[in-house]
């Protein structure tokens, strides 16, 4: 089905009262997965954005995500339970072409990658600056593309959430550290690994167990630090993948590209570190990275560098972790 079809048998499901919605997984960190979402959970959800956008009669959404995500999927139950107009447009790298400079929309949703592309044009960041909150989520947000939306006056809200609570249950306006839950939203850090513990009485079935590394401040707000799923064992040290990837991109050393820090089997450390670019090979040096990392992370720098034509991601353009680990050890 086309992305009209696919709106439209979601609103005629939604308005025949349906229990239960079938949502998958994007598979960005594995195989998609199926999950049952409550009618309940939904509602509450589209409620609780409502609260925290401060949504008006006289908004309206733009919808250029898949519709069978979580992501776009929910923008029609927002539409349907707010009764605001919405657009959906199939997906694409550079959704701000498809509206001109006068669009009348005010709310939208991004994939990190067709946020960074937009910005990177001056008349798609000008349509992008009309609407009054640009939401973006699924993963982390670059440092570099928050900076570049914060001055380029983007109204960019970084969302948390998954598939299994119907999109986020937490927002951070760029420009700040820390996602503030929705009203209702319990959240503990498992005391064990770190790892966030999700609540939501009366609306969840049970409580959720992320594969996230929570940090909770006494507000009950947090900042995610990396996923259990990218923490290398090498050596006996616990590496955060998602922490050199941090410092990489904060030091410029690999001039924009898109990269990801992984691992592979190692005969004396267990696993080591991988840096993956994505392009042709730059002349940057593991000494010089060496230099980067080892004083914030002292033996999180990469053993290895690799070079491949194009990352695998998903169709919403998440980098496939999982698929490159597999890819780096198949070839190495």
Same mark, same amino acid.
């Given at each position: 089905?086309?992305?009209? $079809?696919?709106?439209?048998?979601?609103?005629?499901?939604? +308005?025949?009262?349906?229990?239960?919605? *079938?949502?998958?997984?994007?598979?960005?960190?594995?195989?998609?997965?199926?999950?049952?979402?409550?009618?309940?959970?939904?509602?509450?959800?589209?409620?609780?954005? #409502?609260?925290?956008?401060?949504?008006?009669?006289?908004?309206?959404?733009?919808?250029?995500?898949?519709?069978?995500?979580?992501?776009?999927?929910?923008?029609?139950?927002?539409?349907?339970?707010?009764?605001?107009?919405?657009?959906?447009? $199939?997906?694409?790298?550079?959704?701000?072409?498809?509206?001109?400079?006068?669009?009348?929309?005010? =709310?939208?949703?991004?994939?990190?990658?067709?946020?960074?592309?937009?910005?990177?044009?001056?008349?798609?960041?000008?349509?992008?600056?009309?609407?009054? #909150?640009?939401?973006?989520?699924?993963?982390?947000?670059?440092? #570099?593309?928050?900076?570049?939306?914060?001055?380029?006056? =983007?109204?960019?809200?970084?969302?948390?959430?998954?598939?299994?609570?119907?999109?986020?249950?937490a927002l951070r %306006?760029?420009?700040?550290?820390?996602f503030i839950p929705?009203?209702? *939203?319990?959240?503990?850090?498992?005391?064990?690994?770190?790892?966030?513990?999700?609540?939501?009485?009366?609306?969840?079935?049970? *409580?959720?167990?992320?594969?996230?590394?929570?940090? =909770?401040?006494?507000?009950?707000?947090?900042?995610?630090?990396? %996923?259990?799923?990218?923490? /290398?064992?090498?050596?006996? /040290?616990? !590496?955060?993948?998602?922490?050199? @990837?941090?410092?990489? $991109?904060?030091?410029?050393?690999?001039?924009?590209?898109?990269?990801? /820090?992984?691992?592979?089997?190692?005969? /004396?450390?267990?696993?080591?570190?991988?840096?993956?670019?994505?392009? #042709?090979?730059?002349?940057?040096?593991?000494?010089?990275?060496?230099?980067?990392?080892?004083?914030?992370?002292?033996?999180?720098?990469?053993?290895?560098? !690799?070079?491949? $034509?194009?990352?695998?991601?998903? @169709?919403?353009?998440?980098? +496939? %972790?999982?698929?490159? +680990?597999?890819?780096?050890?198949?070839?190495?």
């Amino acid at each position: 089905m086309n992305a009209a $079809e696919q709106e439209a048998a979601i609103r005629t499901r939604w +308005r025949s009262g349906a229990g239960y919605f *079938v949502l998958h997984s994007s598979g960005s960190t594995g195989a998609p997965a199926a999950y049952s979402l409550p009618r309940r959970l939904l509602e509450w959800s589209a409620k609780q954005t #409502a609260a925290a956008l401060e949504v008006q009669p006289g908004d309206s959404m733009y919808c250029c995500l898949p519709l069978d995500r979580a992501g776009g999927f929910m923008q029609v139950i927002r539409s349907e339970q707010w009764n605001i107009p919405l657009l959906v447009v $199939e997906p694409n790298g550079h959704p701000m072409r498809n509206l001109d400079e006068t669009h009348p929309f005010s =709310i939208t949703s991004l994939s990190n990658s067709q946020l960074a592309s937009s910005l990177l044009s001056d008349e798609e960041a000008a349509r992008l600056r009309k609407f009054r #909150a640009v939401l973006v989520g699924g993963e982390a947000l670059p440092p #570099a593309t928050e900076q570049e939306a914060i001055r380029q006056d =983007i109204r960019l809200w970084h969302t948390y959430g998954m598939t299994e609570t119907a999109s986020h249950i937490a927002l951070r %306006r760029a420009g700040t550290e820390h996602f503030i839950p929705f009203d209702g *939203v319990a959240l503990h850090s498992d005391p064990e690994d770190g790892h966030l513990v999700i609540d939501i009485p009366g609306i969840l079935e049970t *409580v959720l167990h992320t594969r996230d590394r929570a940090v =909770i401040d006494e507000d009950g707000n947090f900042s995610i630090s990396g %996923r259990l799923d990218e923490i /290398i064992n090498s050596g006996g /040290i616990k !590496i955060q993948a998602e922490a050199v @990837e941090r410092l990489l $991109e904060e030091s410029g050393s690999l001039g924009g590209r898109s990269f990801v /820090i992984t691992s592979k089997a190692h005969p /004396i450390w267990g696993r080591a570190v991988v840096l993956v670019v994505e392009g #042709a090979p730059l002349p940057v040096k593991l000494q010089t990275l060496k230099g980067i990392i080892a004083p914030h992370i002292a033996y999180g720098y990469p053993k290895e560098i !690799i070079y491949m $034509e194009f990352l695998p991601r998903t @169709e919403t353009g998440k980098i +496939r %972790r999982a698929a490159i +680990r597999m890819l780096v050890e198949n070839k190495h």
